[in-house]
Nanobody
Framework: VQLQASGGGLVQTGGSLRLSCAAS????????ISWFRQAPGKEREGVSCIRRNDGYKYYKYSVKGRFTISRDNAKNTVFLHMTSLEPEDTAVYYC????????????????????WGQGTLVTVSS
């Protein structure tokens, strides 16, 4: 079971990026997939989640309306489309997968996920 995150890079404020989380060894549609990020000196925080079975989506408040999570079952990949990027979005972004069907109070807890990708760096310049 492996997760491969990719798509990070350097963009200017207001720019866009699309992150990908590709899975091998299991079907992503059977798991809840979330994106987390960790900036230097800060704790890892939940950014967005797409829940297994019903595809319900959660977003961190500060990214609502700017980020969109989606899943392509044929490609076994989950995407995070990020627009209107701000310097505060600079971080290493990780995708995580788990059998949990989280609720509002749990989706952003790193401990509920069993599998993690290696991270991809997003840098937003001002």
């Amino acid at each position: 079971v492996q997760l491969q995150a990719s798509g990070g890079g350097l963009v200017q404020t207001g720019g866009s990026l699309r992150l990908s989380c590709a899975a091998s060894g299991f079907s992503l549609e059977d798991l809840t997939i979330s994106w987390f990020r960790q900036a230097p000196g800060k704790e890892r925080e939940g950014v967005s989640c797409i829940r297994r079975n019903d595809g319900y989506k959660y977003y961190k408040y500060s990214v609502k309306g700017r980020f969109t999570i989606s899943r392509d079952n044929a490609k076994n990949t989950v995407f995070l489309h990020m627009t209107s990027l701000e310097p505060e979005d600079t971080a290493v972004y990780y995708c995580a997968a788990g059998v949990v069907r989280p609720i509002l109070s749990t989706w952003a807890s790193p401990g509920v996920y069993e599998y993690w990708g290696q991270g991809t760096l997003v840098t937003v310049s001002s």
